[in-house]
């Protein structure tokens, strides 16, 4: 009874949740309740109705059916058994409708209430709709039927009750399965709803970063596992909990803590996007370097709902890049020693007339493969230095002299060889850049060309001006480039299949450095190139011309 007194009243408990018993007895007591106020409005208005036989059964019937709805056990019977209920609700209003007559008018609407209840039942519509239509009648023929001799006229009359309670019963039923419907469709969103979340709660605990999200107020509403480890890197010694401007945040590479409006919560807070910007969680051998990105995501009216800030621990990362960059810088300082003292002793005997024709031979061939081991030293230890340094100086160079130095300077190696050098030169082409850069951009270039190619072969540098660009191409008549290979030898330790099989040493960082360089100046590098055939290399820099680059110039032609 408490259960259903606080549905009635308070409506604190889904109807859904009460047991079979209950919700019986819930939807017969609006009937009941009714008809105890049609015997009290009777009572005043007309005492002697309520001995009348009819009236008097209807109301006992509907107190056997209220209480046959509190006693039978619902629960162990089938579903519809309850519907057996409102149809016998009919024969307690039919009754009351037939002793109140010529005092009280239109008590067959209370038949609405076991209507209601068959319609909202959410059984088969056609079967309840014929049911309501047929108790219907029943209720209101069966007194005209019993006193017998009633026109024809007088049955039609009576069939607007019938017809309002049948429209009812359509309406209820309807407006019941629509909502049946709605619930399904609901309730299917909130299990993929729920689904989704837990898959990606999965995903946020699984992934190796850290993921915190913040709301507009910048205050913590998600946090995974790995951020929580994260955390606790950076609290102080000896804390278990601390706010945000006691945590140890460092710029990476410094023992500086950086300020609370620069570090990633504070410039995510106001509005700044973070992109794998680095920084330094605790000290000592617990600390650990971590990227941190940030975005802002926004709600489903547009507006700013917070910012999520993803760490990646790279701690092992950058250790290890380290320990390559000084690897590689220790290993070719200690080549370059011993290489700088062979090629300089080479050379001092070299110049002794003294030396047979065979050893003099012997000597040059000794002092080009050092001096080609040197080179690939360059190469590595160019490779370690990740980036183009800001304090480079660049000055105003002509392309074209450089170039011209650059095939003097393989002359001795192209006779060795037996390739011929040959420069088309289109005048003067000053560019901006550092010096140091393009001239290894145009030796890697000529002695490429002269290493892939054949004796008797030819190498062409040509100069020219192509627009606002200063354009060298080195062309040679070599072994060429396969077509699948192109791609990617400008990729840092990569060699074409050719060169693989032609047994041609080399580290595969020269031309990616050359790559590299180029872009930093502004320019390009490409490669056009067919097996058999040789291979054309173009190396194209922004012409030195104040106040107008290249790519403002093509944007005014177009």
Not at 117 to 134: E, H, N, Q
């Amino acid at each position: 009874m408490d259960k259903l007194l606080d549905v009635l009243l308070l409506g604190r408990r889904r109807f859904g949740a009460l047991g079979p018993r209950s919700r019986a007895v819930l939807s017969q007591l609006p009937l009941n309740l009714t008809l105890l106020l049609v015997f009290v409005v009777l009572a005043f208005a007309d005492p002697h109705a309520l001995t009348l036989p009819p009236f008097l059964s209807g109301q006992i019937v509907a107190l056997v059916i209220l209480l046959l709805c509190a006693v039978v056990p619902w629960g162990r019977l089938p579903e519809w058994c309850v519907l057996a209920i409102p149809l016998l609700d009919f024969v307690a209003v039919g009754l009351v409708r037939t002793g109140a007559t010529g005092v009280l008018s239109g008590l067959g609407l209370l038949a609405v209430f076991p209507v209601m209840w068959l319609a909202g039942s959410g059984r088969r519509l056609r079967l309840v709709v014929a049911l309501c239509t047929f108790a219907s009648l029943v209720m209101v023929w069966t007194p005209l039927l019993a006193i017998g001799g009633s026109a024809p006229h007088t049955f039609v009359a009576e069939l607007v009750v019938p017809l309002m309670l049948v429209s009812v019963a359509v309406a209820m039923s309807v407006m019941t399965l629509s909502g049946i419907a709605q619930q399904q469709r609901v309730e299917e969103l909130l299990a993929r709803s729920e689904t989704r979340q837990r898959l990606l709660d999965t995903v946020l605990e699984t992934v190796d970063v850290g993921v915190l999200v913040i709301d507009d107020a910048g205050t913590d509403v998600f946090m995974n596992s790995r951020q929580r480890q994260l955390y606790l890197t950076a609290l102080p010694p000896g804390a278990a909990r601390a706010p945000e401007s006691e945590l140890l945040v460092y710029r990476d590479g410094t023992d500086e803590l950086v300020p609370v409006e620069e570090r990633p919560m504070g410039r995510a807070n106001a509005g700044e996007e973070l992109n794998h910007e680095m920084y330094r969680l605790g000290r000592g051998p617990e600390a650990r370097t971590v990227s941190i990105s940030a975005r802002a995501f926004r709600d489903a009216t547009g507006e700013l709902a917070g910012t999520v800030l993803a760490c990646t621990d790279v701690t092992e990362v950058v250790a290890a890049v380290r320990a390559r960059d000084s690897f590689l810088a220790a290993m070719s300082h200690e080549f370059r020693t011993p290489l700088t003292s062979l090629l300089g002793y080479a050379e001092l005997l070299l110049e002794d007339e003294s030396l047979s024709t065979s050893a003099r031979s012997d000597l040059r061939v000794m002092s080009r493969n050092a001096r080609h081991l040197r080179k690939m030293v360059d190469d590595i230890l160019a490779a370690s230095v990740e980036g183009s340094s800001p304090d480079v100086r660049r000055t105003e160079l002509d392309l074209a002299e450089l170039v011209r130095q650059a095939a003097v300077s393989a002359a001795p190696d192209a006779e060795s060889r037996g390739i011929a050098v040959r420069i088309e030169d289109d005048g003067e082409l000053p560019v901006v850049g550092d010096k140091t850069g393009i001239v290894r951009i145009l030796d890697n270039l000529v002695s490429n060309a002269l290493k892939y190619s054949e004796s008797g072969a030819l190498v062409t540098l040509t100069t020219e001006r192509d627009g606002w660009w200063a354009v060298c191409r080195v062309r040679d008549e070599g072994i060429g480039i396969p077509p699948e290979d192109l791609e990617r030898i400008f990729t840092r330790f990569q060699r074409s299949s050719a060169a693989l099989r032609s047994g041609i040493p080399g580290t595969g960082l020269g031309l990616a450095l050359a790559h590299e360089v180029a872009t930093q100046h502004g320019g390009r590098l490409e490669c056009t190139s067919e097996v058999g055939v040789g291979s054309v290399f173009t190396l194209r820099l922004p012409l030195a011309r104040a106040g107008v680059s290249p790519n403002q110039s093509t944007a005014a032609e177009e």
